[in-house]
């Protein structure tokens, strides 16, 4: 289930630095380097399974606010679960923040009514410690009195301690699902154990996400600052290439235990019964972890989402096109790459060895495999297939270019694919696979902007160049669809089986508008495949087939499209043999 959150407020206020800071371990110095955020880059991040966040960070510079409530209104402000509105506290045009942040509220009112509002008071350590909860006081009620009839929660922040977790902490709070359950389970297991206090952390961030207290604690903001403390000493633990996994501190009068529990969270235990040996209380842990990984089945399966078939992403995904913050650094991505490499020659090399000896220099591959170059799009593993059984041809956005554009451009890759594929290996199926979030086409969603698409902007960006050569037919045809209020169906002319077929695009309407245009994107490559002579006599002899899938990266599925349904439908338990009976019909 994934949960919109938009990050707001005006350029320079520090939304891209905490948001570094909190989802891809930054540490606070390290933000200065950070670019000014242009227009809306995307983040997602996954807590407690199948929970994952959609993080829009919004540019703040004046032409972009004025374009998110002009143009970009109904797209950024629908669907929204949480709005978070950062204020630079030395602001010196606090009337235009404020101008602004009910320009936000309007349009939030109108296309998500029910989002929860909360306020940053930012930069907090740049007021004197005499006058920051004066400051804060008055900065509260002027935004509570601006946010009626909504409610808004208001929190200080600063990048340089600890307040910036408690506040995402409450923010991630109220966005799990069946949390209370949760909490009546951490309370139990402090009772069975003796524990004054049990924390539950999400694994990548370290942000509070429940707890419960026995005894009472002077110290209000103790989470927030021990999940600061870890979460410095975890990013220093993998500077020395070494995996933070369990720590222990004690003294004569208290004891603490961190510790991974399920495989999103760590345990944080407090003790003042010195008596109890630590073995007890690891061992408590350990005889929990299975009760609550049944927990987060629970809320899961409360929240209606699928359990995923492939768990591709573990922690955090920051996708992007470049400009995400995301710092592997070059030696942790290569131990990575090498240690994969290891893996691989103690598990997987045998069993790959025995496939390359049985096709040995004589593939006889079934198909040929058309999808992007996204990282996040593993084809053979989602599709379980094995050495020799496709060609698999990956490019920005799944695009096969038009016929027509075939002698511009006589180096082009994917015309010799299917040559080679299909003419010279007698293969006879064409599969093309688009995917949720493409960074591809979300940058075609934007080229309707003719300045955007321009000719000198094409010269200096060889993605809009390629884009504009070969995927304006799908926004053309994306295009249509938006003139019926995305509920008509649309009409695509191929030389497949059908000659002609027709789509409805997202008639649940489950996706985004760029997903959409995905989803549109890939139909029409099936139109541009059977535009070349070459393959014309094997498709009208039935002798070739051209499919089209759809992946969502965020929950595993894998979509269909189906002629007889008309569009793309998944493909799982309820449809599969449908969907076997419909290729046996149409593509045997």
Known sequence: MKKKVLLMGKSGSGKTSMRSIIFANYIARDTRRLGATIDVEHSHV?????????????????????????????NIFRNVEVLIYVFDVESRELERDMHYYQSCLEAILQ??????????????????????????????????????????????????????YRAWSSIVYMLIPNVKELENSLQQFANIVDADEVLLFEKATF?????????????????????????????????????????????????????????????????SDPQIPSEVTLINIRNARKHFGEIRKSIELCANTWPLILMLFDEILLLGDGKQPVDLGDKKIMDK?????????YKVKEGMVKQFLEVKDNPKPKAVFFTCIDSRMLPTRFTQTNVGDMFIVRNAGN??????????????????????????????????CGHSDCKAINLLYQLQDSEFASQDNRRISPLRSWLCTHALPSLEKFQQLELTDYSKPLIFQ????????????????????????SQVNTLQQ???????????????????????????????????????AKQFIPIDEENFEKLLQEVDKYYS
């Open 207 to 271: 942000l509070v996400i429940s707890h419960c207290q026995r005894k009472h604690h002077r110290d209000v903001h103790r989470f927030e600052k021990v999940s600061n403390i870890i979460k410095q000493f975890k990013l220093s633990c993998s500077k020395l290439a070494a995996q933070f996994q369990s720590m222990e501190v004690r003294n004569s009068a208290f004891a603490a235990y961190i510790d991974m529990f399920t495989s999103n969270t760590y345990v944080m235990v407090c003790m």
């Open 494 to 517: 191929a030389e497949t089986p059908l000659r002609k077929f027709v789509a409805y695009i997202d008639p649940e309407n489950k996706f985004n508008i760029e997903d959409k245009l």
């Open 399 to 432: 695009i096969i270019p038009h016929s027509q554009h075939f002698l511009d451009e006589l180096t082009t890759n994917e015309p010799a694919a299917l040559e080679l594929g299909c003419i010279v290996n007698d293969v006879r199926h064409i599969i093309v």
């Open 337 to 345: 790459l090498l240690k994969g490499i290891m893996k691989y020659r």
């Open 526 to 564: 099936l139109q541009n495949i059977a535009s070349y002579g070459f393959l014309k006599r094997r498709l009208e002899t039935h002798q070739l087939h051209i499919h089209a899938l759809w992946f969502d990266i965020y929950t595993g599925e894998i979509y269909y499209f189906s002629r007889g």
């Open 46 to 74: 996954r807590f407690l399974g199948n929970l994952v966040l959609n993080l829009w960070d919004c540019g703040g510079q004046e032409a972009f606010m004025e374009n998110y409530f002009a143009s970009q209104r109904d």
């Open 111 to 164: 296309n998500s009514p029910e989002a929860k509002i909360f306020c940053l008071i930012h930069k907090m350590d740049l007021i004197s410690e005499d006058q920051r909860d004066i400051i804060f006081k008055e900065r509260e009620a002027d935004l509570k009195r601006l946010s009626r009839p909504l409610d808004c929660t208001c929190f200080r922040t600063s990048i340089w301690d600890e307040t910036l």
